[in-house]
């Protein structure tokens, strides 16, 4: 049903109990999806090898600087959006990076926060749309 988005994750035991799924404005059903593609490694969607970034990969690499981890993350996020939420148009996408302490039990940690902001235009609804969100990357902890 076009125009109609649901919560996700879909709960299913309201569907089978003959109650209706809980519903979202196209701008939240965007945000998930954008939620998806950024934190999906490319490869792991079953039906289409090229859902998700490559943001993940950067774990496994030797260290790069922040300008260039900066550059590969925008790009990927990109590429994936545009793809992907064909909902939007993309305007800008933003990313930043800082180094975090993050405390474990009797550990200190210091890991790279990345925060990401996309701006763009709903193309259904022809108003602005921004989402944000941040994640960790390397090094790989356990």
């Not at 919560?7 to 404005?25: G, H, L, Y």
Request: aromatic share 10%.
């Amino acid at each position: 049903m076009k125009g109609v988005y649901y919560k996700s994750p879909i709960d299913f035991t309201a569907i089978m109990d003959d109650r209706n799924a809980e519903k979202v404005s196209i701008d939240q059903s965007i945000s998930q999806h954008l939620f998806m593609l950024t934190t999906t490694p490319l490869g792991r969607c079953k039906f289409d090898d090229t859902f998700g970034t490559a943001i993940f990969e950067i774990d496994f690499d030797i260290p790069r600087s922040d300008y260039s981890i900066k550059e590969f993350i925008s790009k990927t996020i990109r590429e994936s959006v545009i793809r992907h939420e064909r909902r939007i148009l993309v305007q800008d996408i933003e990313v930043s990076i800082k180094n975090t302490d993050v405390r474990n039990i009797g550990t200190k940690r210091v890991k790279k926060k990345v925060d990401i902001s996309i701006k763009g235009l709903v193309l259904e609804t022809d108003r602005p749309f921004f989402y944000q969100n941040s994640f960790f990357i390397g090094p790989l902890s356990h």
